[in-house]
């Protein structure tokens, strides 16, 4: 069993590391070696999934590391909540590699991407199946890494680099909050185990600072990479990626994990006020921004990131609110929808020689007919139309918020649903009403792009009944364990929901159908609100201007600093010391070597006279000593 | 003679012979050069494998009368802290070596110096006298400078002096540090172990500890003292680059493990928050420092001081869990930015050119190599997985329940690690391939030899630390308790 | 059996040592100069003897001392020989003004 659930990553790793070392020699076959490794980890979870729903959960560690004498484990945690992230990541994932397989087919790095894809999946199903804060760390930065390839994967592109390189340091900076989140927690509970995080545990720490800052560090972490506000200004540069990409990492999964980290360590926000109170407050926040910025986007993919960004902040509202099941609802439900759009998209692009700008299109309808149809499947179930499954998962959110009290933020998520119902509807009727405005000749996708779609839009029709009163709202017992409440279908919020559809899809109907003139006097008129929109608040021209302007000039200052100053000291030390050598030098050179070479001098003057006796012709030697020995001689007698 | 002292003799004895050899015959130089390397890589696993994990004492001890006057001896040993600084040494010399196939002129020289300096690596990290610790400390500098001053870059002369006459003047206060030891204690002993016996005034300790500090933070090198560093890594050859930074540097931290801390506590521990702040200030700094810099070598040696700040922070906590960070770290340190330091080397063969603005979209053209600098990269900078996440990682818990806030700081360091590595394979190998590269060839088999074993360990380590861990464990276990740190 | 009278053999020997010091100081020739110190050296030898039997020693004293200086002759010569040698080797001369290699 623990062998079989460690396989679910392990086989994905598997295929990326024969793609790297055999994807010169495999070439486009390498393709067959990701689909199989993820259809086959896709086969294994559901075995898992199936055992979980059997009311089993898994759970197995070993140990990884010391520390303190407290071992920080790794292993495989299998319960409600990660085997319906396990569902998501494999059944999701495996269909948008199948899509890669068509929608990258001409590109010259094929067999990288998949590379890249399986490691990605392989850090998503670890981060998924952790059992610690640690191990879900390290994955964590792992899936921000494979972000991180995939959204610069066509690096010729400037922005593509660049946009690669936002998105990882971005990231970066909500992890340090993350990391010190972990050793806060570490130090105040001594454990960093997912199954110790209970409500009990945090009960022993009511009133006391540690564990709400701890959680707010954590949940920095979360805010980078599920986007959320102030930190949300990366995921949309990260549409530079080929778009499979944008559908599994940057819509369906890895965003998701910020939502899923809140979801682990559900006791610990909702036991403080402090905590959940802010979670709410920045999810409500980011949900209504990123839904306005959405209204007059003109790329397409750029429409879809700042409403994954939006529907983010929904789930991070939820679990704000206490609505542990509706923020997981949401997140599968949206998983399958926005994968579609993203994919959907990605097949529009695909079909119009990758042009992205919505006033390009037009008339798509007609030449795409299944891209269409399933895109609409979609949009009627991010907008929220019944019986499709966003209506069943915003429903929830709604009533959560509403059952809990917190009215501001229940109707800013409804002003939420009806912005969002009517830039959805913007983007349908733009894209594939009408007439052509570009100049392309629109085709539809291959087999292997277009099944991925119909199979995703039954998905997105469907998937939302098992948490609908249809199903006895099975999915929330299952996820709560039978342990939270279950809210009932209140008709005020359903009235309030599809009132705020119809809305968004009339307003849309009007500005783009019967009075396509509309848009441009309102904007004219309302320029302020429009471009603010359009520049998304000038949040990165402000980041730009402040943090990173800032952050340049610093580094330069303190690299000049350091040549100068710190550097400078070191060499003004030598260069002082070679100034006073000189005059020691000089003193040196004159008084005493002066003396030395006068001692020196005295005795060559002396022996230079000495030294004629020195002929070096034997005949005079031998003179002088015969001389000698007679004076000796002389002497003596 | 004990293993200890074939190790330590193994590469004079290869020097002798390559001396003896004709000028001119430079493959066989260089094969005998490999060879005594690979020996001594031998011998380090031979160590390893006889080493027992369960004793925190020296093992391997030689003792030896050397200068009776002076009660000076000859004194090998080794614990869980040399034996991991032995195989960084024996490992990175024989990479190093092989790297240095590259040099052309005056081989017969250069490979001589070279395994002159390799001893006096091994002798300083084994003695336990300190007297011959001082003398292998700076038989390490002298062959370092010719090394620097011959074979370097255009620069060669002034880094070369600058390197010598900086560390000289921290091993002279080094020195001073050593005979106030010999002349405090009962009876005068140069024997690290005895020292350790004594208990000295606290007043006196800190002057010591003053004295001896400056000239490991000159070596390793602490912030302000480490502009050396990269004038010295911007000139030396590649190979020596790699040696400077993986071995020369831990010099330094080894001589707080083995020297400042054990024989000095309290000292030790009142200078602590010092250390801590300095080594804070180190890792945000070098951070902010080597990203502005276009130099690619000089980069690599800024994140060097940055990367030996988080050394130095495991060191000024006092828990099991910094130290061993800390030694963990010196040890990826070394794997990491050594091969970072080859990879340059690789490009600069190529292009002869290390401006980081000048390059761009490499990695079309030099795949594999572009593969290589990003997971060296990505080591550098923290990615879990790798080796250097877990260093820095244990360093930076270890450290947060001493001092919170500098832990907060130098967790900054790991943002400013990002925004430098990844700007630089940005600027490399991302975006457009500037033509002027185009006949660029991909990095050659030889070169990929010197940089598998590194990246085998570095992941390694970064997936299962207790391979390494479980040598350093009971070692720094008893100098924590030595010291009055914290365990738990 | 009359013997030869003292005042003959150290006049001999006298004139003998007069021509190796002439011999000496006035070759330019190195062998020559060694001839003379060697014919030197043999009227030291005569005069030994003569006042060895003059005086009435035991006899064996003298010509120990005699034998000794005889050795120490060869010695030298067999030195001076060689230096010759070696000289001429080097410098093709054995003539002494010409061999100047010391002289300031």
Redesign the interface.
Same mark, same amino acid.
């Given at each position: 069993m623990v062998i079989r659930a460690v396989l679910i990553p392990i086989l994905p790793l598997l295929a990326f590391v024969t793609i %790297?070392f055999f994807g010169g020699a495999l070439k486009r076959k390498s393709a067959w070696v990701a689909v199989g490794a993820s259809l086959a980890s896709c086969l294994l979870a559901g075995f898992e999934i199936a055992n979980v729903i059997g009311g089993n959960t898994l759970y197995a560690n070993a140990t990884?590391?010391? %520390?303190? $004498?407290v071992p920080i484990e790794f292993g495989v945690l299998i319960d409600p909540l990660s085997a319906m992230m396990l569902f998501v990541v494999t059944f999701v994932g495996s269909l948008i590699v199948i899509y890669s397989t068509g929608y990258m087919h001409k590109d010259p790095r094929y067999p990288k991407f998949f590379a890249y894809l399986s490691l990605f999946l392989f850090s998503m199903l670890g981060l998924v199946l952790s059992t610690t804060l640690v191990q879900m760390?390290?994955?964590?930065?792992?899936v921000g890494?494979c972000s991180?390839f995939l959204i =610069?994967f066509w !690096?010729?592109k $400037?922005s593509a680099?660049?946009a690669g $390189?936002k998105a !990882?340091?971005t990231n970066?900076?909500g992890d340090?909050g993350f990391?010190?989140g972990i050793? &806060?927690f #570490?130090?105040a509970t001594g454990t960093v185990r997912f199954v110790d995080i209970q409500p009990e545990l945090a009960h022993a720490y009511a009133g006391s600072w540690i564990l709400p800052v701890s959680a707010l560090l954590l949940f920095s972490g979360a805010i980078g990479k599920s986007a959320q506000f102030p930190l949300h200004v990366w995921l949309p540069d990260a549409m530079e990626g080929p778009t499979p990409v944008s559908a599994l990492i940057h819509a369906a999964t890895m965003v998701a994990a910020g939502i899923y980290l809140v979801a682990r360590l559900f006791p610990l926000f909702h036991a403080f006020e402090i905590t959940s109170q802010v979670v709410a407050v920045i999810g409500t926040t980011t949900a209504l921004g990123a839904a306005y910025f959405a209204l007059t986007q003109f790329d397409i993919k750029k429409v879809l990131a700042y409403s994954t960004i939006s529907q983010l902040g929904y789930m991070v509202a939820a679990l704000g609110v206490g609505g542990l099941a509706a923020g997981s609802f949401h997140l599968m439900t949206h998983a399958f929808f926005k994968a579609l759009l993203f994919l959907g998209a990605g097949s529009v692009i695909h079909g119009c020689s990758d042009v992205q700008d919505l006033r390009e299109m037009g008339g798509l309808r007609k030449s795409m007919p299944i891209t269409f149809w399933t895109f609409l499947v979609a949009t009627l179930a991010i907008t929220g139309f019944a019986p499709l499954s966003g209506f069943w998962s915003k429903d929830e959110i709604l009533l959560s918020a509403f059952n809990h009290q917190h009215l501001i933020i229940f109707w800013v998520l409804s002003l939420t649903a009806a912005m969002t119902s009517f830039y959805m509807f913007r983007l349908l009727f733009l894209a594939f009403f009408g007439k052509t405005r570009g100049k392309f000749h629109a085709h539809e996708s291959p087999v292997s792009m277009t099944i991925p779609l119909i199979i995703l839009a039954v998905g997105s029709a469907v998937i939302g009944l098992p948490g609908s009163p249809v199903m006895d709202h099975w999915f929330q017992s299952f996820i709560l364990g039978g342990h939270g409440e279950i809210h009932h279908v209140n008709s005020f919020v359903v009235a309030v929901s599809t009132a705020m559809c119809f809305l968004g899809l009339l307003i849309a109907l009007i500005f783009y159908i019967v009075q396509p003139e509309l848009p441009k006097k309102l904007a004219e008129k309302s320029w302020l609100f429009y471009s603010a929109s359009q520049n998304k608040l000038w949040f990165d021209e402000l980041y730009d201007a402040s943090f990173i302007r800032g #952050? *340049?000039s610093?580094?330069?200052i303190?690299?000049r600093f350091?040549e100068r100053v710190?550097?400078g /000291?070191?060499n003004q030390v030598?260069f002082k010391t070679v100034a006073l050598s000189r005059v020691k030098n000089w003193i040196d050179q004159y008084m005493i070597d002066g003396l030395v070479n006068f001692t020196g001098w005295a005795v060559r003057t002396t022996s230079g006279i000495v030294r004629l006796l020195q002929t070096g012709v034997i005949h005079h030697y031998l003179l002088i000593l015969l001389l000698g020995v007679l004076v000796i001689l002389y002497t003596v007698s | 003679m004990g293993l200890l002292s074939w190790l330590v003799f193994t590469p004079i004895v290869g020097m002798i012979v390559i001396m003896l050899i004709g000028r001119d015959q430079h493959k066989l130089i260089r094969n005998l050069a490999t060879f005594t390397t690979a020996c001594e890589l031998l011998l380090v696993i031979a160590v390893l494998a006889k080493f027992d994990l369960s004793q925190t004492g020296m093992q391997f001890a030689e003792r030896a009368l050397w200068i009776p006057q002076l009660g000076v001896y000859y004194h090998l040993g080794l614990d869980g802290i040399s034996l991991i600084m032995l195989v960084t040494t024996g490992l990175l010399s024989f990479l190093a070596c092989v790297a240095s196939f590259g040099i052309r002129e005056r081989v017969k020289e250069y490979f001589a110096l070279y395994l002159l300096l390799e001893t006096g690596m091994i002798g300083t990290f084994v003695s336990l006298d300190l007297f011959l610790f001082y003398i292998f400390w700076e038989v390490v500098l002298v062959p370092m400078y010719f090394l620097i001053g011959i074979w370097g870059g255009p620069r060669k002369e002034y880094a070369a002096i *600058?390197f010598f006459?900086?560390t000289l003047a921290g091993s002279m206060f080094m020195l001073i540090g050593i005979l106030a030891l010999y002349f405090a204690s009962t009876p005068h002993t140069f024997n690290m172990l005895a020292l350790g016996q004594n208990q000295f005034a606290l007043h006196f300790q800190q002057m010591v500890f003053l004295a001896l500090f400056l000239g490991f933070a000159i070596k390793v090198p602490i912030?302000?003292f480490? &502009?050396?560093l990269p004038d010295a890594h911007v000139e030396a050859p590649t190979p020596i680059s790699v040696i400077l930074a993986a071995i020369l540097l831990k010099m330094g931290t080894y001589g707080f493990f083995r020297i400042s801390y054990p024989i000095l506590p309290q000292a030790a521990r009142w200078f602590g928050p010092a250390m801590g702040i300095l080594a804070v200030i180190g890792i945000i700094?070098g951070g !902010?420092?080597a990203?502005?810099?276009t130099d690619f070598k000089k980069m690599v040696a800024y994140s060097s001081v940055s990367h030996m700040g988080f050394v130095l922070l495991g060191l000024a906590v006092f828990?099991? &869990?910094g130290f061993q960070g800390a030694l963990l770290q010196m040890f990826t340190h070394g794997l990491i930015t050594g091969a970072l330091f080859l990879l340059v080397g690789v490009l600069y063969d190529r292009a002869h050119i290390r401006d980081l603005n000048s390059f761009g979209?490499l990695?079309?053209k030099l795949p594999v190599y572009g =593969?290589i600098l990003i997971f060296c990269s990505?080591a550098s900078l923290g990615?879990? =997985?790798l080796a250097g !996440? %877990?260093s820095e990682?244990?360093v930076?818990?270890?450290s #947060?329940?001493v001092y919170r806030w500098m &832990?907060?700081a130098a /967790?900054?360091g790991?943002?400013l690690a990002?925004?430098y590595l990844?700007?630089m394979i940005?600027r490399v190998?991302?975006?457009?391939?500037n033509p002027k590269w185009a006949h660029l060839k991909d990095i050659s088999a030889r070169e990929i030899f010197t940089l598998v074993p590194l990246m085998i360990l570095i992941l390694l380590v970064g997936v299962?630390? *207790?391979i390494v861990?479980q040598y350093i464990a009971p070692t720094l276990e008893a100098l924590v308790k030595s010291v009055g740190g914290t365990?738990? | 059996m009359t013997t030869v009278p003292l005042q003959h053999l150290l006049i001999f020997s006298t004139l003998l040592f007069f021509i190796g010091l002439y011999g000496a100081t006035t070759r330019r020739n190195m062998v020559g100069i060694l001839i003379s110190i060697e014919i030197m050296l043999n009227a030291v030898n005569v005069n030994f003897i003569s006042f060895a039997r003059m005086l009435d020693v035991s006899a064996t004293v003298a010509q120990v001392f005699v034998i000794f200086t005889i050795v120490l002759a060869a010695a030298t010569a067999a030195v001076g020989l060689a230096i010759v040698l070696v000289l001429y080797r080097n410098q093709k001369t054995i003539y002494t003004d010409e061999v100047e290699l010391l002289k300031w």
């Open positions: %790297v990884w590391l010391v %520390v303190n $004498r760390y390290l994955f964590w930065e792992l890494l991180y =610069g !690096f010729e $400037r680099a660049q $390189r !990882f340091i970066r900076i340090i990391f010190l050793a &806060t #570490f130090y #952050f *340049k610093l580094a330069g303190l690299f350091d710190v550097d /000291c070191v030598g | *600058k006459l900086y912030w302000p480490h &502009t050396w700094y !902010f420092v990203f502005a810099q828990t099991l &869990t979209g990695w079309v =593969g990505l990615l879990p =997985g !996440f %877990v990682f244990m930076l818990l270890g #947060f329940p &832990t907060a /967790c900054v790991i943002l990002a925004a990844l700007y940005q190998l991302l975006g457009s391939l299962y630390p *207790k861990l365990l738990a | -």
